[in-house]
């Protein structure tokens, strides 16, 4: 056989065997580097499950200190007048300050993102999600009527409680959450109720496609403020 035919095929040949070891070495860089990225996933998904657990039974831990607390309280103060009225006078404070459950008659306000990119037709779709702002002005409506007690997503807003944008979540009192909106609010639930009246805030987002739902109710449960309230600078005299 020729020389140069040899030479071309064994060329050839060569060159199709490193293009193989190529590909197979590329093909076993993407499989460990999936790998990798799975493997890390799972590691901080594992990790932020183990921090949940330890926060969940820390709080279960003060939550029945808090109940021993309260009987040692009403222990002390059973057979003394002026006892009792401090404790009273505890309680209503926490009640007013949200570190206490509370019932009592208001409404349940649900906010959710338009279905509806196309309607009236909306370019800008940033104004077809609940903001934070779209959040804090129904807060302030229901407030404005007269709302006691107010809890967005199970949150309890108290006075140190922030309302702020996280990307496309909201962070209330430092704690991540996102759409449906669920807000419940204690007062005389016919004045709260009027915050779906024509002008009102939620008849401009539904103008948007924003899911907006009002429903009035005898039974309002908010839970309490699961944080610490610290103040740097107001003093008592």
């Known amino acids: ?31 460990n580097s999936s790998y990798s990225t799975s493997s890390t996933v799972n590691s901080l ?12 039974n820390k709080y279960e831990e003060l939550e029945k200190a808090e ?30 300050l949200g570190l206490t459950e509370v019932t009592g008659e208001g409404v349940i306000v649900t906010l959710k993102d338009s279905t509806s990119p196309t309607l009236n ?43 702020v944008c996280d990307g496309n979540v909201i962070q209330i009192n430092g704690q991540k959450v996102g759409a449906p909106f669920e807000i419940k609010a ?6 709260l109720a009027a915050l779906s009246r024509p002008g009102g805030y939620l008849s401009v987002l ?5 899911g907006t739902e009002i429903v009035k109710s005898k039974n309002v449960t908010i839970p309490k403020y699961a944080g610490s309230i610290n103040y740097k600078y107001v003093k008592s005299k």
């Not at 998904?45 to 969940?56: M, P, T």
């Not at 539904?206 to 924003?210: F, K, N, R, T, V």
Request: hydrophobic share 35%; with cysteine.
């Open 1 to 31: 056989m020729d020389k140069k035919k040899v030479a071309l095929a064994l060329g050839i040949m060569s060159a199709i065997l490193t293009y193989g070891i190529c590909v197979q070495i590329k093909t076993i860089n993407s499989t």
């Open 45 to 56: 998904r594992d990790e932020v499950l183990r921090y949940k657990e330890r926060y969940d």
């Open 67 to 96: 109940e021993e607390l309260e009987k040692e309280r009403e222990s002390t103060t059973g057979n003394n007048d002026e006892l009792t009225k401090l404790e009273e006078q505890i309680k209503e404070g926490n009640k007013l």
């Open 121 to 163: 037709s909306v370019i800008d779709t940033s104004q077809l999600v609940v903001h934070d702002m779209d959040v804090l002005s129904v807060i302030n409506e229901l407030k404005n009527a007269g709302a006691e007690a107010i809890s967005i997503n199970d949150q309890r807003l108290v006075s140190t409680s922030a309302i």
């Open 186 to 191: 204690i007062g005389l639930s016919e004045q």
């Open 206 to 210: 539904q103008e948007y496609g924003i």
